[in-house]
């Protein structure tokens, strides 16, 4: 499994971020975006399947299957939004996840 | 309502002693995982159990690993002859067959001196 995402992002408060992630893997069943705030526990975000765009609130993900590839979109950046942003790809298996090393998201006043 | 729990949340040892980490799913979920975690990366997956069946186990998990469920339903996950190289979060996640989510607990945190 081979997942990619940016290591840091600055923004400032009230902008819009976009996060990438690119994935090479041997089976797809799912992406996932999971928020963790520094020594706190994963919580979930964001569950794409098939290809488009899902809209939550703040947050949008997008999913190109064909392209391997996925972004969050943070809109009105709120401080409480500095966060590492974990993109994960779930197995064939229906089970397990795998990860990439995670975007650091630091909102600026 | 109560979330994933773990037990301990902060754990110090010597390097060569044993240790155990506890896990309490959320009522009802009869799946559970555990990844690692360790500074500037993401969680890796190491074991699965479905009720209390082990159904998969990570390359990364040597046999001084091992993971329990017995009833179905708490976990355990014991190192023996702790390596420094064992320092790191140990994160466990339950979920519920037909839902996409897995629900994180906030980690068991690992240091080996």
């Known amino acids: 499994q081979n997942i990619d995402q940016p290591t840091e992002m600055t923004a400032t408060e009230g902008a819009i971020v976009q996060i990438n992630c690119t994935y090479q893997?041997?089976?797809?069943?799912?992406l996932f975006w999971y928020q963790q705030h520094a020594g706190e526990a994963p919580t979930f975000l964001s569950y794409?399947?098939?290809?488009g765009l899902e809209e939550k609130g703040r947050f949008s993900s997008f999913l190109s299957r064909s392209k391997g590839y996925s972004y969050l979109l943070l809109k009105e950046l709120q401080m409480k939004d500095s966060a590492s942003y974990l993109c994960?790809?779930?197995?064939?298996?229906?089970?397990?996840?795998?990860f990439g090393a995670g975007t650091t998201v630091t909102v600026r006043a | 309502d109560t979330g994933v729990s773990q037990d301990p949340r902060h754990k110090i040892t010597k390097r060569g002693q044993n240790v155990t980490f506890r896990c309490d799913p959320i009522?009802?979920?009869?799946?559970l995982y555990w990844y690692r975690q360790t500074l500037g990366q993401g969680p890796e997956f190491l074991t699965y159990?479905?009720?209390?069946?082990?159904?998969?186990k990570s390359r990364l998990l040597s046999d001084r690993f091992s993971a329990e469920r017995p009833k179905g339903s708490f976990s355990t996950l014991e190192i023996q002859r702790t390596e420094q190289g064992d320092s790191a979060m140990y994160l466990c996640?339950?979920?519920?067959?037909?839902?996409?989510?897995?629900?994180f607990g906030p980690g068991t945190r690992l240091t080996v001196l």
């Open positions: 996640a339950s979920s519920l067959d037909g839902i996409i989510e897995q629900f």
């Open positions: 994960a790809v779930r197995d064939i298996d229906d089970y397990k996840l795998s």
């Open positions: 794409n399947v098939l290809d």
């Open positions: 893997t041997s089976g797809f069943n799912g």
């Open positions: 159990f479905q009720n209390e069946a082990q159904l998969e």
């Open positions: 009522s009802e979920h009869n799946r």
